[in-house]
């Protein structure tokens, strides 16, 4: 079992910035690989970006390349997701997950989830 609890979530203009956390507890960490995803009302969830286990490799969503970053701190057993330039369509409840394989966009791939951190990006 792998218990994880998102933050950083919030209120922000068009261009601004934030930074999700994603704190993981209950196996070991570094075991994972870790992504993130959203979900806007009345849509489906979607994939955001995706970390490897070490952290060495990365993957990301086409209409976040560029803008959205995805790190992890394997010592405090946290993953980040650094949003900048956010547009009013990043909109969403975004949810942190874990995933046994190394990387992986679907989230049929994902084991646990978190409970989710509400972004709205006001234009």
């Known amino acids: 079992q792998v218990q994880l609890v998102e933050s950083g979530g919030g209120l922000v203009l068009a261009g601004g910035s934030l930074r999700l956390s994603c704190a993981a507890s209950?196996?070991?960490?570094?075991?994972?690989?870790m992504g993130w995803f959203r979900q806007a009302p009345g849509k489906e969830r979607e994939f955001v970006a995706g970390?490897?286990?070490?952290?060495?490799?990365?993957s990301y969503a086409d209409s976040v390349k560029g803008r959205f970053t995805i790190s992890r701190d394997n010592a405090r057993n946290t993953v980040y997701l650094q949003m900048n330039s956010l547009k009013p369509e990043d909109t969403a409840v975004y949810y942190c997950?874990?995933?046994?394989?190394?990387?992986?966009?679907?989230?049929?791939?994902?084991?646990?989830w978190g409970q989710g951190t509400q972004v709205t990006v006001s234009s």
């Open positions: 997950a874990v995933t046994g394989l190394q990387l992986a966009t679907d989230p049929r791939h994902y084991v646990y």
């Open positions: 970390i490897s286990r070490s952290g060495g490799a990365t």
């Open positions: 209950g196996r070991t960490f570094s075991n994972y690989a």
